[in-house]
Nanobody, 122 residues
Framework: QVQLVETGGGSVQAGGSLRLSCAVS????????MFWFRQAPGKEREVVAT???????SYDGSVKGRFTIAKDNTKNTLYLEMNSLTPEDTAMYYC????????????????WGKGTPVTISS
């Protein structure tokens, strides 16, 4: 069956770094757009970063320059490197995958992981 399993979350102080991983199985991973979402308590879920099958990346303005999304197709693993973390980055982080795209834009979500929590203290 399809599985997306996030790991690497935890608690760190402001200014610190974390690397999240998403291990995927059960679908043709290399053909999909991959996403990192996050959702803080009481707030809407938002896209943090995306990477297409051709490794074109996109970032939300709040994390641009601090976060890096990458994937290793040989390991079927998606990564999110997070640096210079602030309390505003505290949220549940979700890995997601979508097959539909137009040009270099990813336009749909087919699969979701269960999330990994990230807490940043001031």
């Amino acid at each position: 069956q399809v599985q997306l399993v996030e790991t690497g979350g935890g608690s760190v102080q402001a200014g610190g770094s974390l690397r999240l991983s998403c291990a995927v199985s059960g679908f043709t991973y290399s053909r999909y757009c991959m996403f990192w979402f996050r959702q803080a308590p009481g707030k809407e879920r938002e896209v943090v970063a995306t990477i297409t099958s051709d490794r074109i990346t996109s970032y939300d303005g709040s994390v641009k320059g601090r976060f890096t999304i990458a994937k290793d197709n040989t390991k079927n693993t998606l990564y999110l490197e997070m640096n210079s973390l602030t309390p505003e980055d505290t949220a549940m982080y979700y890995c997601a995958a979508g097959l539909l795209s137009y040009a270099d834009n990813c336009i749909g979500i087919d699969y979701w992981g269960k999330g990994t929590p990230v807490t940043i203290s001031s």
